[in-house]
């Protein structure tokens, strides 16, 4: 049962948003230093080491990771080898605000996934504030220009963007069917690790042949290095410890509606560091996804 916001509970809930809109900020100002899928490989093999110290005890041989390999792949593919990388892949094009308020759309894929493939029930309320969340992602993609309706053309950065959106809306239905066996749930890092593990595996693949098919090449430095152990660290362990608490303390539903101040915080943090302030149509899409996210949730509250 979910509990009412405490301000732990809120501070639980803000920091991995906060975090996960650096993460957007970071990769966009490294994104000519390292290639997006080596860095997403890279990023995950220092956070498999580090969970290793705390749930390595879920690799050793005959354990429940193994039995249901199948189910820890899958998560693994959707939720660490193409949506991060497709994240990474999307900020060489487009901008941190951009990639962030797509991603705010997340809810509204959710709830057709789950429609249309786990069988999950959707009310009118919902699929008008679906429409009203995507007409937001649909002025981000022309830009807030009326006339590019004429000339149409992607950004091929958005687009890598939607697409991992979808693939984090089937990553989060399979991870709720809860088919995790009492070894791999009892702590926060066996759960981790159990999907990082198989994840790692898609990365490597990947980011293998992005090594054979492009002209890759990794500018270090110490601040390079300093960005890895950045996207490392926080976005990717402490965001989601967080992030796990504080869903425990008042309940996913509540949870979601945290992760639309990603766009908040990459505005501010790219107004800081990149010099790249909002425009009018960012805020007129973050009030659409947010609106149609709220207006669908009513019903939803008005049930329970």
């Not at 290639?35 to 490989?41: A, E, H, K, S, Y």
């Not at 809306?169 to 991870?175: E, Q």
């Not at 973050?286 to 509250?301: D, K, M, P, Q």
Request: aromatic share 14%; hydrophobic share 55%.
């Amino acid at each position: 049962m979910s509990q009412k916001l405490t301000p732990s509970a809120v501070l639980l809930l803000v920091i991995p948003t906060f975090l996960w809109a650096g993460n957007a900020i970071v990769g966009r100002v490294i994104s000519e230093m390292v290639p997006p899928i080596t860095l997403n490989f890279i990023r995950w093999t220092i956070a498999f080491f580090i969970l290793a110290a705390f749930g390595g005890q879920v690799l050793r041989k005959g354990s429940a990771l193994w039995r249901n390999w199948r189910h820890y792949a899958m998560l693994g593919l959707l939720g660490i080898g193409m949506y991060n990388a497709l994240q990474y892949m999307a900020l060489h094009s487009s901008t941190p605000i951009n990639v962030t308020l797509v991603n705010a759309s997340m809810p509204i894929w959710m709830l057709l996934v789950g429609r249309l493939f786990f069988g999950a029930a959707v009310s009118v309320k919902q699929l008008a504030g679906a429409l009203l969340s995507l007409m937001g992602v649909a002025i981000i993609l022309i830009r807030g220009e009326i006339t590019e309706l004429v000339h149409f053309r992607f950004v091929i950065g958005d687009i890598y963007m939607v697409i991992a959106t979808i693939a984090w809306a089937f990553y989060s239905w399979l991870l709720s069917q809860d088919k995790h066996e009492p070894e791999i749930k009892q702590n926060w890092s066996t759960l981790l690790l159990a999907q990082v593990t198989f994840g790692l595996m898609w990365s490597g693949v990947f980011a293998g042949g992005e090594w054979a098919l492009t002209d890759w090449h990794i500018e270090w430095s110490w601040g390079l290095v300093a960005a890895m152990l950045y996207v490392s660290i926080g976005p990717a362990i402490i965001a989601f410890r967080c992030w796990g608490l504080g869903v425990q303390r008042v309940g996913p539903a509540m949870a979601g509606f945290f992760a639309n101040l990603m766009p908040l915080f990459a505005a501010i943090l790219s107004i800081i560091f990149l010099d790249q302030a909002p425009e009018i149509y960012h805020g007129v899409a973050f009030a659409l996804i947010v609106g149609g996210i709220v207006y669908s949730s009513r019903s939803s509250v008005a049930k329970a």
